[in-house]
């Protein structure tokens, strides 16, 4: 069964602009994961945010968590045609030891 | 090695027929993950392994699907009977730590393609 669900499911912006993906969940989490994943390849690991936290930043990437609100944005700022992909939310909790994804944001960057 | 690696890269076989696929992960990986992935769906698990031990198995759909690992390193997933509705992509990934939950982030294989005929 899938924990996150993302908004939006697809997204298409121009280059240089921000891409906003959200996140949110359902069960109490130690931690929130994004993955990227291009074009039917592996998913790669982008960033992590632990569930005490509540901004973190890596590059480009700013990802926000309100566990209050049980959800989670990741911001990618500059937009570049490269970040073209699927993008997919990663919920980790120590009760389980599962780590379960969401469905995905697609994002797709005009040059 | 470098990666992630699983073979096959793609597998056709006639519904009824049994598959197994392979998962070599990561050199020195404690944890070991299948999820299966639908087009256009996030990946959705199916078991997972730290060292040789499984520790969940409550992705499973049901119990045509198997997997081991025995040695604590290669894991092969195991789907007896297959059905149509088994196609999908199958993928592997794997952990330098058993706290994958914890935050230990995965590395994932280019998956298998299972096509069910």
């Known amino acids: 069964s899938q924990q996150g669900e993302e908004d939006p499911q697809a997204l298409s912006i121009q280059e240089g602009e921000n891409a906003t993906m959200n996140c949110s969940y359902k069960?109490?989490?130690?931690?929130l994961q994004w993955y990227r994943q291009n074009s039917g390849r592996g998913l790669v690991h982008l960033i992590l945010?632990?569930?005490?936290?509540r901004e973190k930043h890596s590059g480009r990437l700013r990802v926000t968590l309100d566990t209050s609100k049980k959800s989670s944005s990741l911001l990618i700022t500059a937009s570049r045609a490269a970040d073209t992909a699927s993008y997919f939310c990663?919920?980790?909790?120590?009760?389980?030891?599962?780590?379960?994804f969401g469905q995905g944001t697609t994002l797709q960057v005009k040059p | 090695g470098a990666g992630v690696s699983q073979s096959p890269r793609y597998k056709v076989t006639k519904r009824g027929q049994d598959v197994a696929l392979r998962c070599d992960p990561i050199?020195?990986?404690?944890?070991l993950y299948w999820y299966r992935q639908a087009l256009g769906q996030g990946p959705e698990f199916l078991t997972y392994?730290?060292?040789?031990?499984?520790?969940?198995k409550s992705g499973l759909p049901n119990d045509r699907f198997s997997a081991e690992r025995p040695e604590g390193s290669i894991s092969t997933l195991t789907i007896q009977r297959t059905e149509q509705r088994d196609s999908a992509m199958y993928r592997c990934?794997?952990?330098?730590?058993?706290?994958?939950?914890?935050?230990?982030?995965?590395?994932f294989g280019n998956g298998t393609r299972l096509t069910v005929t």
């Open positions: 990934a794997s952990s330098l730590s058993d706290r994958v939950a914890g935050g230990s982030p995965l590395h």
């Open positions: 069960t109490s989490i130690n931690n």
């Open positions: 945010i632990r569930s005490n936290e």
């Open positions: 990663a919920t980790g909790s120590s009760n389980t030891g599962k780590l379960i």
């Open positions: 050199s020195g990986h404690v944890s």
């Open positions: 392994f730290n060292y040789e031990a499984q520790q969940d």
